[in-house]
């Protein structure tokens, strides 16, 4: 496959990360990668907020 621009080479990037990459199941973990990465955003946000008291919500 050969890409012409770097725009189609992201946009094939994209769709593969959201087709195959974020909804694959995590061999160690055992869970969908999507909602791991969203339970890790939702902690760090709150430490975050708590460090500092800038609420990002």
């Known amino acids: 496959m050969?890409?012409?621009t770097l725009e189609e080479t992201q946009?094939?990037?994209?769709r593969w990360?959201?087709?195959w990459?974020?909804?694959r199941i995590h061999g160690t973990s055992?869970?969908?990668?999507t909602a791991m990465f969203a339970e890790?955003?939702?902690i760090a946000?709150?430490?975050f907020s708590l460090c500092t008291?800038?609420?990002?919500?």
């Not at 055992?30 to 990668?33: A, E, R, W």
């Open 30 to 33: 055992k869970q969908q990668v």
């Open 45 to 47: 946000g709150r430490t």
């Open 53 to 57: 008291g800038i609420d990002f919500s």
């Open 11 to 14: 946009t094939c990037l994209d």
């Open 2 to 4: 050969r890409f012409e």
């Open 40 to 42: 890790e955003r939702a």
């Open 21 to 23: 990459a974020d909804t």
């Open 17 to 19: 990360e959201e087709r």
